[in-house]
């Protein structure tokens, strides 16, 4: 077990090594990054003095062991637009986003396990009908839309919901709701259907047979093992929440890592950007190796 | 369930139907506008004209604009996602044939791919080499390959141990050969299923390019881009976000519930 876990742990290393190679090389793909980080309308002499500023005149795999040594040590340089280094930018902008992110992750899940619970245990029924149909819509609605929709309908036209900003509980509701709307459909869609799997299987018959309660057998025995492939997935609905974070935050002017980084794209502040996918990709890593350890805890197969 | 298929079916056919008839036969022009027309409801007259959906800020009728954005949009997820399954279906079936170093390389960048917030990557790179449509198509395209590559190789793995293919080895075919010839077709079926499931992904991910202005650019309609300009206008006249998003809504459930119905129809539950 701890030799998977270290295989993994490992792997996680060699992909952020490899994101680096992306976003350092991504500025390259036009063959001077000096003119992609300078204004359009800067003098030849400007991007001159600043391609050596940067050391952008040098040999390039120089630049790239350099960028990521000043990445280890969380130098990404300063941020054009700012005038201040890119990672306390992006540092001051992370309690924003994990509050928005947290939030959204809390009630989709809480209401994705619920609702996939009752309809996984009435099966077919109008209940079930209704909650596939919605969880159906969920991950079928883009995140930009159901946004802008609830604005329209909870800010323009009934005034109940404050469309924008961050400080009070009103704020983070409209944000929150269609940050998580994606997830809450996929966990209800999960869910139903690895449960209604599980309670097919042998060992529920054989609870079912000894006479213990539906809860029991519900809970203990089917749930735990419907529990495994939703665990699995986790990583890469992560991986979509971060991405809608972005939009949301954008819609609803709300002050955080995702709009840094859309901004800092709309104005070529390629420090910023790098800072951001970096940390994002880390974040990913890391809550990726989190759920590899629950994998192992709740599959004991692996364990041998 | 048929019920799904037909719904599906229903969605595809309105879909296509806009994107195809409209931009064909619809008389009004989606790129240049009447002044005298801004901001018309759906279902009103001006000029002698009735616009079903609309106008914008421009006087530009929504029906035309959606029919050409849907067509664009639809072109661009399409021939994105057919270079992704290429790409992908090819590097799954070298990894799990040949296995060793070769598979471990290519698994490590599928994890990387899945590694990065798929937008900012986008649009990192559409910034850098500027939005045109052929920079998009490419560049989603070479971003999905991860998840074709992943079945591509399971399946190969599974595949490669079967008596044919061994007897293929032994009567000394070259191992191109047996991976297109004889190895190719067996997974055909789930990497085309595959390509219907993640169209979605893709349709999403074209749209909120759009919509954050990075995607093609105006006047050129698209589907997020649409939405995006729509914005602005939201407080006066909310058709122009409202009906764009239906259309990709529509499209997103099609693809999930035709999607959903392969899989069970060709017993794929490994997808």
Known sequence: ?304 | MQADLIVACILLVVAFGTCILVPLFWPLDPVRGVFSATFKPPMSFAGGHLHPLGTDQLGRDLLARLGLGTAISLGIVFVASVISAVLGTVLGMIAGYFGGWVDALIMRLVDMQLAIPFILLILLIVAVIGPSLMNLIVVLGITGWAIYARVARARTLEVRELEYIESARAIGQRKLFILFRHVLPNILVPQTVLLTLDLPRLIILEASVGFLGLGVQPPTPTLGGLIGEGRSFMLIANWLVLYPGLMIAALVIACNLLGDWLVRRNDLREL
Do not use: C
Request: proline share 4%; aromatic share 12%; no cysteine.
């Open chain 1, 1 to 304: 077990m701890l030799r998977y876990l270290l295989i993994r742990a490992g792997q996680g290393l060699l992909v952020l090594f490899g994101v680096s190679a992306i976003v350092f090389f991504s500025l390259f793909l036009t063959g001077d990054p000096a003119a992609v980080m300078m204004p359009p309308d800067a003098t030849t002499a400007e991007i001159a003095s600043f391609r050596h500023a940067m050391g952008f005149d040098q040999p390039i795999w120089i630049q790239y062991l350099r960028f990521l040594g000043h990445a280890l040590t969380g130098h990404f340089g300063d941020s054009l637009r700012y005038q201040q280094p890119a990672l306390s930018l992006l540092l001051q902008r992370i309690p924003a986003t994990a509050l928005l992110a947290l939030t959204a992750l809390a009630w989709s899940s809480l209401f994705g396990f619920v609702f996939g619970i009752i309809a996984a245990l009435r099966q077919n029924s109008a209940l079930d009908l209704t909650i596939r149909v919605v969880s159906l819509l969920g991950q079928a609605v883009p995140v930009f839309w159901l946004g802008l929709l609830m604005i329209i309908v909870f800010s323009l036209r009934h005034h109940w919901l404050p469309s924008s900003g961050m400080g009070t509980a009103a704020q983070l509701v409209m944000p929150s709701l269609s940050l998580g709307a994606y997830y809450f459909a996929a966990i209800t869609r999960l869910v139903r259907a690895s449960l209604i799997e599980a309670l097919g299987q042998d060992y529920v018959r054989t609870a079912r047979a000894k006479g213990l309660s539906e809860w029991r057998i519900t809970v203990r025995h089917a749930l735990r093992n419907a529990l495994i492939p939703v665990v699995t997935v986790q990583g890469m609905y992560f991986a979509s929440l971060m991405g809608g974070a972005l939009i949301t935050e954008i819609i609803f002017a709300w002050p955080g890592v995702g709009r840094l980084a859309v901004e800092a794209i709309q104005t070529r502040d390629f420090t910023v950007v790098q800072a951001t996918v970096l940390f994002s990709a880390l974040l990913f890593v890391v809550v990726n190796f989190l759920v590899d350890i629950a994998y192992v805890w709740l599959n004991p197969r692996i364990r041998l």
